[in-house]
């Protein structure tokens, strides 16, 4: 009877370890029937633009970011905040790396404190070139971990979240505790009342001009969410968070291993549905999940231009040697 039981352990320890092994190795999801509809129609104001805020970058096996990636090939995973100005208010989709990063890594379990390289944050982007911060409407973070929300403390704008996504940030995760340990934050709540979008069940229109469309698309968390951005110029975005770490997510319908889903993911099953929806827009839009670098490459960097910078110049330096109110002319 002992070596039967012992015999049953072996077996289910066998196969528990095969598929972990097996997880790892190329399996494509079933391609999904590709989008053929015409895009929601969107009146993007022609002012509005889109920008990239890179943060910084932390290391993970390719083997770790989706099937079939090798265990000795490392990728970047990128920490960037997108920008997206707009004349009814701007909005910054993700936080990045904030300045107490180092604090904020140790607050993770040991295995998850990978080697990082520190860019300068969100904050210190924007202020070094003269932005205006009362034009920032809000921050709207794609789900609550660590490493999308670092740098909110720093920045004077309230936090955009669902009800599902402020309830999962409440609970005790290691990856939510960063946002826990931020008092004070104003969270603006806001729902998904308009119609399905793309495929997915339900939307949100920010300015009711189809220039920026919020739709829920939980499985990493409950209340992760796709942003679809709709420029003047007729390009259009969808940023992803983390319905795939890396671009293969999408262009090798390569879902993560099964170590991963089980760590990472609340419902790996919805993930893929909701990923599956993405990959059937390839080709009509730029995807970008939000720690691929290589998705931001067409985005715009914010910094001013060599007339702007001059042109502050000038206005900085002018107002100094200007008499002060009530005082003689020369």
Known sequence: MRRKSLAAVI???TGLIGSMIWSFLPSPLPPPTPWSAALPVASPP?????FQLPTGTYQTPAALAFRGGSFFETRDFASTAVLVRHPKGDLLFDAGFGSALDAHIATLPRFQRTPHNRRESVRAQLAAIGYDFRALRGV????SHWDHVSGLAELPAPVWMNAA????????????RVFRSFSGLNIRSYGFEGPAYLGFPSSYDVWGDGSIVLVPAPGHTPG???AFI???TGKRYALIGDLTW???GVTARAERPLFMRVLADVDASEVRKNLLRIVALAGRMEIIPAHDGRAYADLPRLHQTRLERVLRYIIR????????????GR
Do not use: K, N, R, Y
């Open 224 to 226: 992760s969410i796709v």
């Open 11 to 13: 077996l289910a320890f």
């Open 46 to 50: 022609p002012s509005m633009a889109i």
């Open 140 to 143: 709207v973070i794609t789900h």
């Open 246 to 248: 890396q671009l293969e």
């Open 165 to 176: 996504e402020q309830h999962d940030a409440s609970e005790d995760h290691a990856v939510t």
């Open 230 to 232: 709709a420029l003047p």
């Open 317 to 328: 330096h002018a107002a100094g040697m200007l008499p002060s109110v009530g005082s003689p």
